[in-house]
């Protein structure tokens, strides 16, 4: 079994059905398990900011896929969903990133791991450190990147 964290993001249409019908998916896949989940946290949108507002979360599971089937999975997830991106770091009813993978790192086109911009958002710093309060990213602490993060706006859903 491999550890993994995924974090998920929507600002299209119901985004919190988004989340969970893609949390839903994640569960009907046999070679997965959802371990932890945060709260959902409503964030301000960074790259093209003329947008609604995201509602993120950031989900760890154990899985047996290698890497490319679980990105493959991600991406299954999203085109059920119907992810329309016409505006790049635009609007989408879903995204699904691989944000790390137990002892697995690549610098391909295709898969990034680390996701390469994930240390510099709060929308995904902010849920993964409420689930994992001791991890390192590229060798550094959690709290360190946390406590140097210049920050989008972000705030715990109330309602769950
Ligand atoms: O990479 C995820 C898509 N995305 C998001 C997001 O999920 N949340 C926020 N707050 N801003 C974003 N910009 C992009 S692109």
């Known amino acids: 079994m491999n550890k993994v964290y995924l974090g998920l993001g929507s600002n299209i249409g ?30 301000e949108p960074v790259g093209y900011t003329k947008q609604d507002w ?3 979360i950031v989900i760890e599971i154990e899985t047996t896929l290698k890497p490319y089937k679980l990105l493959e999975y991600c991406q299954y997830i999203e085109s059920e969903l119907k992810r329309k991106r016409i505006i790049r770091w635009g609007p989408r009813s879903i995204d699904v990133d691989i ?18 911009r994930m240390c510099e958002r709060a929308f995904v710093m902010v849920p993964l450190y409420e689930i994992n309060k001791t991890i390192e990213i590229n060798g550094k602490n ?16 109330k309602d769950g």
């Open 99 to 116: 944000l790390l993978y137990e002892g697995f790192k690549s610098n391909d086109k295709d898969l990034i791991v680390p996701h390469p």
């Open 14 to 43: 119901d985004t919190k059905e988004n989340i969970n019908k893609a949390i839903e998916l994640l569960k009907e896949n046999l070679n997965i398990s959802i371990t932890n989940k945060s709260s959902f946290y409503e964030t």
């Open 142 to 157: 959690i709290k360190e990147i946390i406590d140097n993060l210049d920050g989008e706006e972000i705030r715990v859903k």
């Open 54 to 56: 995201f509602l993120n």
